[in-house]
């Protein structure tokens, strides 16, 4: 089956830790990306990559930082540094053809910090 | 001014009848628009896709684009209570350094009345 998952689906952190969040996909995509979704309210970008080891702060980058060592692998950590971690974040990609900029979601982490 | 902007909600329409979802968007730019379901607790899921003037209908689905005016509708015939859900209008800039980004409204809750 293709498609990205994301791991984990729930996450509790205490303040001041560092998290890494996992996504991965096998819809051989180019692009992937990270965003943030806070209740009631719309998504907001963090970073997204279009290639393999290179990639692009989105709108709100602050205290994250994220890898792309493979195509299928796009890792985030959410730093201590994030003043406000706790939030449901979704993983996307998006690949190459017509339809490229089609982008498709993971499940999803839900973050709480303690 | 949002670049992207939807009606919150919630629309609550009886079971069988049409619903109407309506987006504006500011870039004047914008080539490619996205509609998005997303039930609650879940993740985004893509429902429709249009990119020049005009209806685009994919089963119950239709979407519509008016770029002079600058909205895009999505419209679903025979509602049912199952499509109760938020609607996320997404918008494609265009612009060079933002070719892969999508700008998401904040959505508009459904609710279909059995």
């Known amino acids: 089956d293709g498609g990205i998952t994301q791991s984990p689906k729930y996450l509790f952190r205490k303040e001041g830790q560092n998290v890494t969040l996992s996504c991965e996909q096998n819809?051989?995509?180019?692009?992937m990306y990270w965003y943030r979704q806070d209740p009631g309210q719309g998504l907001r970008l963090i970073y997204y990559s279009q290639i393999v080891n290179d990639f692009q702060k989105g709108d709100i980058a602050e205290g994250y930082s994220v890898s792309r060592e493979k195509k299928e692998s796009f890792p985030l950590t959410v730093t201590s540094a994030q003043k406000n971690p706790t939030a449901f974040y979704l993983c996307?990609?998006?690949?190459?053809?017509?339809?490229?900029?089609?982008?498709?979601f993971g499940p999803g982490t839900r973050l709480t910090v303690l | 001014q949002k670049e992207v902007e939807q009606n919150s909600g919630p629309l609550s329409v009886p079971e069988g009848a049409i619903a109407s979802l309506n987006c504006t968007y500011s870039d004047r730019g914008s080539q490619s628009f996205f509609w998005y379901r997303q039930y609650s607790g879940k993740s985004p899921e893509l429902i429709m896709s249009?990119?020049?003037?005009g209806d685009k209908e994919d089963g119950r689905f239709t979407a519509q684009l008016n770029k002079a005016s600058q909205y895009v509708s999505l419209l679903i015939r025979d509602s049912q209570p199952s499509d109760s859900a938020t609607y996320l209008c997404a918008v494609n800039l265009d612009r060079m350094d933002s070719s892969y980004k999508l700008i998401f409204g904040s959505g508009t809750r459904l609710l279909v009345r059995p």
């Open positions: 996307a990609s998006s690949g190459s053809g017509s339809s490229d900029n089609e982008q498709f």
């Open positions: 819809l051989n995509h180019d692009a």
């Open positions: 249009i990119y020049s003037n």
